[in-house]
């Protein structure tokens, strides 16, 4: 098996995994001969095996313009080596955080263990003993692109191979796929903390006020931890935690007040100038979700009642900015990753 079928067969594998890649998030890539093979954006690494998901990207003129920071590291589809993209794939919104780092293997995964430490106001902090065998860095929240590749370039060490994205995810980096897969376990086994069992969803009464209305109570049954754990709830509802959650559930999540319809609930948030979420919490009760939910969608509510399930009560999260939030929904790239197919 070469490089390339070894790199396919981790990035189905940890694209299966709910608690370390949620739909098109997450990518993976491999640097060869002057080329970097990147996910496609909007694609699913878990089907990295039956389809063809990685693009081609010339990597030298890519960092050549990352020095200068040429706005076309925003999409990088300028760097796609056309003659070898014969699918006409786009990279990944992420491709400048991949050809950042020196190694030739590069994972990132939108890991809940990860995330759940990274939304910490005091994350670095509370990092650092647990990755202190690592040569690690943590980079501050920054919009995935130009933006998050530039503060990773200024935080980066020559041996940095673990990057903790603030408010975002994970990053190993390895020579071989094999030593990428085995850093990312240990990475993760480093990181698990306590996870809080909730109590079980009322369906009947979510059924009762999804009743002619276009929600339905979430699919997942994992997701009404949300609104059923007081907890979860409180460190839910504090805002947006991580970039993918606002771009397919728009911002945070609503919660309805007693006797109070679910989508004036979304609206209320939607009036401060926010994207409405589309996640609405019923406290006691659980979730209900639009009935168009796309499975895409339905990942990143289970992801949210997972990282949330991590919190305590007394950890302090930061939350994005409105202008945060905004940047994500108005970026042009992420509009193209959000115009393909959901699955
Ligand atoms: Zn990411």
């Given at each position: 098996m070469d490089e390339m079928a070894r790199l396919k067969a981790l990035s189905a594998r940890a694209g299966a995994d709910p608690r370390l890649v949620q739909a098109a998030g997450g990518n993976t890539s491999l640097k060869q001969d002057g080329v970097m093979w990147i996910k496609a954006s909007g694609t699913w690494l878990r089907h990295a095996q039956e389809r063809d998901i990685f693009v081609p990207v010339a990597l030298e003129p890519l960092?050549?313009?990352?020095?200068?920071?040429?706005?076309?590291?925003?999409?990088?589809?300028?760097?796609?080596?056309?003659?070898?993209?014969?699918?006409g794939l786009r990279p990944s919104i992420e491709t400048t955080v991949h050809a950042s780092l020196a190694y030739r293997i590069v994972v990132h995964v939108h890991c809940v263990e990860t995330i759940s430490w990274a939304v910490r106001a005091d994350a670095e902090a509370m990092l650092a003993p647990r990755l202190a065998s690592f040569p690690w860095a943590f980079i501050p929240y920054r919009r995935p692109g130009r933006p998050l590749a530039t503060e990773i370039r200024k935080r980066l060490k020559a041996d940095t191979n673990v990057l903790v994205l603030g408010n975002h995810g994970l990053v190993v980096a390895a020579e071989t796929v094999a030593a990428a897969e085995a850093?990312?376990?240990?990475?993760?086994?480093?990181?698990?903390?306590?996870?809080?069992?909730?109590?079980?969803?009322?369906?009947?009464?979510?059924e009762k006020l999804a009743g002619g209305r276009p929600y339905e109570p979430a699919g997942d049954p994992a997701i009404h931890a949300l609104a059923t754990d007081a907890v979860s709830l409180a460190q839910a509802r504090r805002g947006s935690l991580y970039p993918d959650h606002v771009v397919f559930l728009?911002?945070?999540?609503?919660?309805?007040?007693?006797?109070?319809?679910?989508?004036?609930?979304?609206?209320?948030?939607?009036?401060?100038?926010?994207?409405?979420?589309?996640?609405?919490?019923?406290?006691?009760?659980?979730?209900?979700?639009?009935?168009?939910?796309?499975?895409?969608?339905?990942?990143m509510a289970r992801c949210l009642a997972d990282v949330t399930a991590r919190l305590g009560e007394d950890d302090r999260v930061r939350v994005l900015t409105r202008d945060d939030e905004l940047a994500l929904v108005n970026w042009d790239a992420e509009k193209y990753r959000q115009s393909l197919p959901a699955s």
């Open positions: 960092l050549t313009a990352l020095d200068r920071d040429d706005p076309a590291c925003e999409n990088c589809t300028d760097f796609v080596r056309t003659d070898l993209n014969s699918l850093l990312l376990g240990d990475v993760v086994r480093a990181l698990v903390g306590p996870t809080r069992a909730a109590p079980a969803a009322d369906l009947p009464a979510l728009g911002a945070g999540i609503a919660v309805t007040q007693p006797d109070e319809d679910p989508g004036s609930a979304a609206r209320r948030i939607g009036l401060s100038g926010r994207p409405e979420p589309k996640l609405i919490a019923i406290p006691g009760k659980g979730v209900l979700l639009p009935k168009d939910t796309t499975p895409a969608a339905l990942a």
